[in-house]
């Protein structure tokens, strides 16, 4: 199985700021990489698919890079409703496998 | 729009059976793979399965293999997951999951809001 491993697993930001993800998986996934983002008591929403290309209606303050086994999210001039958890996910091969999640917070 | 509505969530004893159901709309059903996810309370995400636009692949991850069958009624555009045998640790928030187009390769673009499974005695 494929695992992603999520850096940091928390993270403290303030309005405005500028923050990055970090997610590597254990072998090369080619560009098969997504990033979801989850608030409390809510379902998942995608983000990005194929490591850098933007969901219909996502803002482009949103912006994703990587191939094989190392990827990144960016997160522009952060807005009190981007704090929430965000997971990265391979889609290269069965089992699908999830980061562990990353929670963004407001400093 | 598209929407997924799950269904069939509830509290069920160790050991016992519960069937969950998805429907579908704002989309042609049949041409599209679905996927099952779940997260346990305070957790992750974790995949569960996945089936092909026609049904007759599937998939699953190997902590629900054996106990759950993953299927579709492309007729009424509605996704189900029948999960037997069921333990404390199947306690989850299940998600409904539609594919971009086959899940491996093109990933998943839409969820659905959940539907809870309690397993307790």
């Known amino acids: 199985d494929i695992q992603m491993t999520q850096s940091p697993s928390s993270l403290s930001a303030s309005v405005g700021d500028r923050v990055t993800i970090t997610c590597r998986a254990s072998q090369g996934i080619s560009n098969y990489l997504a990033w979801f983002q989850q608030k409390p008591g809510k379902a998942p929403k995608s983000l990005i698919y194929?490591?850098?290309s933007l969901q219909s209606g996502v803002p482009t303050k949103f912006s994703g890079s990587g191939s094989g086994t190392d990827f990144t999210l960016t997160i522009s001039s952060l807005q009190p409703e981007d704090f929430a958890t965000y997971y990265c996910?391979?889609?290269?091969?069965?089992?699908?496998?999830f980061g562990q999640g990353t929670r963004l917070e407001i400093k | 729009e598209v929407q997924l509505v799950e269904s069939g969530g509830g509290l069920v004893q160790p050991g016992g059976s519960l069937r969950l159901s998805c429907g579908a709309s704002g989309f042609t059903f049949s041409s599209f793979s679905m996927s099952w996810a779940r997260q346990a309370p305070g957790k992750g995400l974790e995949w569960v399965s996945s089936i092909s636009g026609t049904g007759d692949i599937t998939f699953y991850a190997d902590s629900v293999k054996g106990r759950s069958t993953m299927s579709r009624d492309n007729s009424k555009n509605t996704l189900f997951l029948q999960m037997n045998s069921l333990r404390v640790e199947d306690t989850a928030v299940y998600y409904c999951?539609?594919?971009?187009?086959?899940?491996?390769?093109?990933?998943?673009?839409?969820w659905g809001q959940g539907t809870t499974v309690t397993v307790s005695s």
């Open positions: 996910q391979q889609y290269n091969s069965y089992p699908i496998t």
């Open positions: 999951v539609k594919c971009s187009s086959g899940c491996l390769r093109n990933g998943m673009d839409v």
């Open positions: 194929g490591a850098s």
